[in-house]
């Protein structure tokens, strides 16, 4: 059972690589939004629009269907109004910068 579905807000919980080729992860504790999610085997396989799978083919993916196992996020819970201060705490997070600020005094 998965309760995710597409745009949603994620935090993502686990963030430990299963397979070696798994170079590219969410990053523990962050939030992400839900591109898409889709049924494999006993599981499901999200993406995310935030960041982009490591390929089966190798590389980034491109073919669409890899993913990662749904158990690595929990949904931000809340209504819809919580849901928007979290949109907004996503967006303002990743256009923040702090380590590209000058600092002018010395
Ligand atoms: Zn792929």
């Known amino acids: ?10 935090e993502c919980i686990d963030a430990t690589p299963v397979l070696k080729q798994s170079k590219t992860m969410p990053r523990l504790g962050r939030l992400y939004r839900v591109q898409s999610v889709r049924k494999i085997g006993d599981g499901y396989s999200v993406r995310l629009f935030d960041v982009t799978p490591e390929c089966h083919l190798g590389g980034p993916c491109n073919c669409g269907n890899c ?16 849901r928007l201060t979290v949109l ?7 256009k923040t910068a702090p380590d590209l600020v000058p600092e002018f005094e010395h």
């Open 88 to 94: 907004r705490a996503l967006l303002s997070s990743s």
């Open 1 to 10: 059972m998965c309760d995710l579905q597409a745009l949603d807000v994620v």
């Open 67 to 82: 993913g990662w196992d749904s158990r690595r996020f929990r949904r931000v819970q809340g209504p819809e109004k919580d």
